[in-house]
Nanobody, 124 residues
């Protein structure tokens, strides 16, 4: 499966952006999907994920209450709505798809497929 992330851009602090991850090649409706982000000079870190049914979502503490992940299996897409953005949210955001036990969703090794990344820049 190929993943295409889009929706990044430049936004002022306090603003909002919506990222989209679209799958092609085959459906990813049976996969958990996550968003990771990598800030300049830092390791890639987990941001949010959603299980294959859309019934369970997971967030890193720093984005809880501000980011919302959702999926639309009929459209083969997963969205990440980001509100109240902060300069520290600046990063390249990657979507990824994988499967396995839910306790591993925050680990990069859970995911088999990765998109190319989309840059989010939040100005202060």
């Amino acid at each position: 499966v190929q993943l295409q992330a889009s929706g990044g851009g430049l936004v002022q602090a306090g603003g909002s952006l919506s990222l989209s991850c679209r799958a092609s090649g085959r459906t990813f409706s049976n996969n958990g999907v996550g968003w990771f982000r990598q800030a300049p000079g830092k390791e890639r870190e987990f941001a949010a994920s959603i299980d294959w049914r859309g019934g369970s979502t997971y967030y890193t503490d720093s984005v809880k209450g501000r980011f919302t992940i959702s999926r639309h299996n009929a459209k083969n897409t997963v969205s990440l709505q980001m509100n109240s953005l902060k300069p520290e949210d600046t990063a390249v955001y990657y979507c990824a798809a994988g499967g396995g036990a839910a306790r591993f969703v925050k680990m990069r090794s859970f995911y088999n497929y990765w998109g190319q990344g989309t840059l989010v820049t939040v100005s202060s």
